[in-house]
């Protein structure tokens, strides 16, 4: 891994500590001529209007895994700096893009606190922040983690916790816990344990899930200090994110083989996007899924880019496209290194058929505007409608 320019000359125990990686990232107006000092002023016009919507944070670590040119600017085609950069107006003015009106995860109903989650029987989300290591452009929460203007009437206070805790003891149905955020590494270890010590000790709650993407923004925030936490409170399960192969550091491996030096490791499981320009070939998903099983990690979800998220259109691809990649993979890669293709939708989850004509349970339509969307039952065996993306061949590997 190579130093961004702007940090060659970085102390290495800096470098290295999680903290000085989050108050040195890239994230305003003010500052993105000092990390990209060729950067045009029509450019630099832009990254402004976005920075002053939306949340945007590029850790030290990562723009390090970002290909330069020799302008020492992001290449067009570099699969990390396009999860992360700024979106123009037009690239996020699709029919299904971000509109600030729709949710296509959370509803009122399934919200007893603003913090916790209750969609599915026996198992609950909470969502203990609502800010990030750093933001992935294409978030499904939008509005509760990257829109300015709505993620900060949103924020989690002590009455909300002792709420949260108190409708889990009142439904002991819910024996699985997800602990999400934004995401929740951005806690201290001294509140993570008191979070994990409060949840064990109400006792229909059997196992505990945690979801992060912290290897990927900041790696440094995993040390032995966290694991032994997770080991102290027996954490079920890690849920991890990563988009591309690179991702997948010396740094990110040096940090798991933690768990082994503490002799106890979580299940890891592996859940990102199908995202455009990024994963959407059979070449690199095939290698994504082999590196992530070698390294004792299930690919378990891989997603399609949520609806009425921000560039939709320019990074999104369709359902039958990435119907179309997942037959090419499927007996390519070991069974279990083979995820599940699952579609969000504010009903709840649904896995995608790899059928890219349909099935008699998932129809491919249009709509009375002739944009396309999906008419599928549900986990209530309901009907109900999905947007989807127009339809391109799949992009090959060059």
């Known amino acids: 891994m190579k130093r961004f320019p702007l940090f060659l000359k970085t102390d290495p125990k ?27 002023d029509n450019e630099v016009k832009t990254f402004n209007e976005y ?27 570099d699969p990390v700096w396009n999860q992360f950069k700024y979106f123009s107006p037009e690239e996020t003015s699709g029919p299904s893009d971000y509109d600030s009106r729709h949710e296509n995860w959370e509803i009122p109903g399934e919200m007893p606190t603003p913090m916790i989650q209750h969609k599915y029987p026996g198992r609950a989300i909470i969502r203990l922040v609502n800010s990030c290591l750093g933001y992935c452009n294409y978030c499904y929460l939008t509005t ?10 949103k924020q989690n206070n002590g009455k909300i916790w002792s709420d949260t805790l108190s409708y889990l003891r009142k439904n002991p149905d819910i024996t699985d816990v997800l602990i999400s955020g934004g995401d929740p590494l951005l806690l201290s270890n001294s509140r993570l344990e008191q979070v994990f010590r409060d949840l064990k000790s109400i006792k229909s709650i059997r196992s505990i899930r945690l979801n992060t993407r912290a290897l990927t923004h900041n790696p440094y925030r995993f040390d032995a200090g966290l694991v032994k936490i997770f080991k102290k409170y027996n954490l079920t399960v890690l849920e991890i994110h990563m988009s591309h192969p690179v991702e997948l550091t010396g740094v990110v491996k040096e940090k798991l083989s933690l768990f082994d030096k503490a002799g106890y490791r979580p299940i890891i499981v592996w859940r990102a996007p199908l995202l455009k320009g990024i994963n959407d070939d059979e070449k ?6 082999n590196a992530l099983y070698e390294n004792r990690i299930i690919p378990y979800y891989l997603f399609h880019y949520a609806p009425y998220t921000l560039g939709r259109s320019t990074i999104g691809v369709s359902v ?12 390519k890669v070991p069974g279990i290194a083979f995820p599940r293709y699952t579609l969000f939708h504010v009903d709840g989850k649904h896995d995608i058929p790899l059928e890219p004509s349909g099935t008699p349970g998932f129809v491919y339509k249009n709509s009375n505007n002739n944009n396309p969307v999906i008419k599928f039952k549900n986990w209530k065996q309901r009907w109900v409608t999905y947007q989807d993306i127009k339809d391109a061949p799949c992009r090959r590997k060059k």
């Open 14 to 40: 800096k470098w290295s500590n999680w903290q000085w990686q989050e108050q040195n990232r890239l994230r305003n107006g003010s500052d993105i001529k000092s990390f990209f000092p060729r950067l045009s």
């Open 51 to 77: 920075a002053s919507k939306y949340k945007l944070g590029i850790t030290p670590y990562l723009l390090s895994l970002i290909k330069l040119n020799k302008n020492g600017l992001p290449l067009t085609d």
């Open 144 to 153: 509760r983690i990257i829109d300015k203007k709505y993620s900060s009437r």
């Open 284 to 289: 690199t998903l095939t290698a994504l899924f």
């Open 320 to 331: 039958k496209a990435g119907a179309r990649i997942m037959q090419k993979i499927r007996r």
